[in-house]
């Protein structure tokens, strides 16, 4: 039984007015996009840092080679900040710059510090002062004395500031013209004095950018809001490094407010296992792709006749491969803080609601009337919650992530499964609905794009929560649509429901061929390795012959697509709509529920904040196309088997 012109009618007007509602929204993000948009295109600067300590030993083990001379060429390849590390007690005791003796002194057990170096001896006391140690601390005769109540491994670990390589950090300013960025240590005993003088001591010597040595920040174990109060007063800009996190960099983003710059490097550890190229690629994709704005870049070669022209070629192929993604080196600065209006924030939740009220009678048939509830229940909840700050901000993006896919996989089913005009053929009927149900998709991400749009978002402080349930879920409504028998069925909600009752019957009692079984193990197996692999830590690896595929995508179509878009999720949509067309109800509706595994992956795209928005349109377009290539192959074949070779009546 169909439904009645008059309520037909009355469905297709609540479709027309929610659609215009989503278009309404979709207007209203496109002024925080384009804002969001201007600030990533003038944020183009990228500083190439490499490491004084490995200048030093390039230089020493290469014959007729000074620090000077391999600046110079690290320079002319694109070099742009050397990283200085502050020195700790140990330095000085092991190459004999400092000394210290065990000594008793009033019963108690202490040492002696001394140093024949005015500098090095002044830093010495200065840090046992700062360091809250000077309780401990005893003047004699121009050394220092310091009870053994400080254990000799944390004394060794006493961080001594940056005075003693004045002149190493003036010369790198003046005369080669380098930003020296500060690499201080942590020390458990930090005083609030011990940050002011470290801090002061490094804007002193002209430095402006500070990356933490070893594991922790400044302040780990209770002071890191302080390190950001000081750092602030200082107009230090913090260096958050990407993937090895330090202890307490994520409470000091946050309290920075987002106000730092991103770091990316690869360890010296990792450097072994990584050829040139790679690694370039590497430091590349993540400045283009990620926003990435300081490149630590350790050097491959430190010894060997050809080490200085080796990582030159290295540093310059960086710098090429910056200046192709458009982007220049230079010192980058954080990024100015833009984000939606309250109005836009609404308006966008609105939108969301209206995705909502569409997928709902496109799964469900329901009385128009149902849907109108629908749309409102949603809007009650979404509009107050785009209002209540960051989180309320995610709650709205997981609902957009969750409504448009499943929108655009049942309006395409839908849409295929009706009857076309005599006049146009399949052959363009199919792209269309292909095209039109990613465009859907795109819609969504956009929404959300703009919606978490703000600095915290745009360095990865935060970012989009509830990953794997928007990948899961829509792939789940939609599958258990198909299954019940009602993907791309135009059927009343009473009709529905009795389908739903058969199907799930059938179901239930029928026995399971083995082809069947196959086919729903490896669809249950793609769909978990989807689920697990992702966000921004899966759990899952990617394979070498995978990497390899990518990094060949990478050079062939300078961004990307998704590998599960291409090889899954587009093809399988594309052949899902022309199953549907060819009235092959039962494969179509197998084929769309993969399908959806793209347009999730689509929406997802723009759920990377950090990822410049430029780059998420260019991955999606490339992956629309490379997937439509997949779809035809993918319908050949189907073909081959024998499924569609007759037009449906």
């Known amino acids: 039984m169909n439904l009645s012109g008059v309520e037909d009618n009355r469905l297709k007007n609540a479709r027309t007015l929610l659609l215009a509602v989503a278009l309404i929204s979709l207007a209203a993000a496109l002024p925080a996009l384009h804002r969001r948009h201007t600030v990533e295109t003038a944020n183009n600067l990228v500083s190439i840092a490499v490491d004084w300590d490995e200048v030093r030993m390039l230089a020493a083990a290469l014959p007729g080679q000074d620090t000077n001379s391999v600046l110079r060429s690290l320079k002319q390849a694109g070099v742009t900040a050397v990283a200085v590390t502050e020195p700790v007690l140990e330095d000085f005791l092991r190459t004999g710059r400092a000394s210290a003796r065990r000594i008793a002194a009033s019963g108690q057990q202490g040492y002696e510090l001394s140093s024949p170096e005015p500098d090095v001896e002044r830093a010495i006391a200065r840090a046992l002062q700062t360091n809250g140690l000077n309780g401990s601390s005893i003047p004699t005769e121009g050394k220092t004395r310091l009870s053994t109540r400080t254990d000799p491994v944390l004394l060794a670990r006493l961080p001594l500031g940056f005075e003693t390589l004045r002149g190493d950090i003036l010369r790198l300013q003046s005369r080669h013209g380098l930003e020296v960025i500060a690499r201080a240590y942590n020390f458990p005993s930090y005083t609030h004095e011990g940050m002011e003088a470290v801090a002061a001591e490094a804007r002193e010597l002209g430095m402006k950018t500070v990356i933490f040595a070893a594991d922790e920040v400044l302040g780990w174990r209770g002071a890191v809001e302080e390190c950001a109060e000081t750092l602030q007063r200082a107009g230090l800009t913090f260096g958050s490094i990407e993937f090895g996190k330090q202890k307490g960099s994520e409470r000091l983003e946050t309290a920075l407010d987002g106000k730092f710059l991103r770091v990316h490097s690869i360890s010296a550890t990792e450097m072994v296992q990584y050829q040139p190229a790679a690694a370039v690629e590497r430091f590349v994709r993540a400045a283009r792709e ?48 833009v984000g939606p209006a309250v109005w836009e924030r609404a308006l966008i939740a609105m939108g969301v609601a209206a995705a909502g009220g569409l997928a709902f009678t496109e799964l469900i048939r329901l009385v128009p009337s149902a849907a109108w509830i629908w749309f409102l229940t949603m809007l009650i909840v979404l509009v107050p919650a785009s209002f209540a700050g960051d989180l309320g901000r995610k709650v709205v993006a ?252």
């Open 290 to 337: 990620r926003g990435i704005r300081l490149l630590y870049v350790r050097l491959p070669e430190l010894n060997g006749p050809d080490a200085v022209e080796a990582n030159v070629d290295y540093i310059s192929a960086i710098a090429a491969g910056l200046k192709r993604s458009g982007l220049a080196t230079g010192s980058p600065r954080p990024l100015p803080n």
């Open 398 to 649: 997981l609902a957009a992530a969750l409504a448009f896919p499943v929108w655009a996989a049942a309006r395409a089913a839908r849409l295929a499964s009706a009857a076309a005009p005599t006049k146009t053929p399949d052959a363009l009927r199919v792209p269309a609905h292909y095209l039109n149900a990613i465009t859907v998709a795109v819609m969504g991400g956009l929404l959300i794009a703009a919606l978490l749009t703000g600095r915290l978002f745009m360095v990865h402080t935060e970012g989009f929560a509830g990953v794997k349930v928007a990948h899961l879920l829509p792939v789940l409504a939609v599958a258990l649509w198909a299954a019940a028998g009602l993907l791309g069925a135009a059927l009343p909600w009473r009709d529905s429901l009795q389908t739903a009752r058969e199907a799930f019957r059938k179901l239930w009692v029928s026995p399971v061929l083995f082809s069947t079984a196959i086919v729903g193990l490896i669809g249950l197996v793609a769909l978990l390795v989807v689920v697990v692999r992702s966000g921004n830590e899966a759990a899952v690896g990617v394979s070498s012959l995978e990497l390899r595929f990518r990094a060949l995508l990478d050079q062939i179509l300078y961004v990307r697509p998704r590998t599960k878009e291409i090889l899954l999720g587009y093809p399988s949509l594309w052949a899902g709509v022309w199953l549907f067309r060819k009235g092959e109800t039962g494969w179509a509706r197998l084929f769309t529920t993969a399908g959806v595994i793209g347009l999730v992956s689509a929406v997802n795209t723009f759920c990377h904040i950090h990822t410049p928005l430029a780059v998420s349109l260019v991955r999606t377009v490339n992956g629309v196309w490379v997937g439509a290539l997949g779809g035809m192959i993918l319908v050949a074949a189907l073909r081959a088997f024998g499924l569609g070779r007759s037009a449906r009546s």
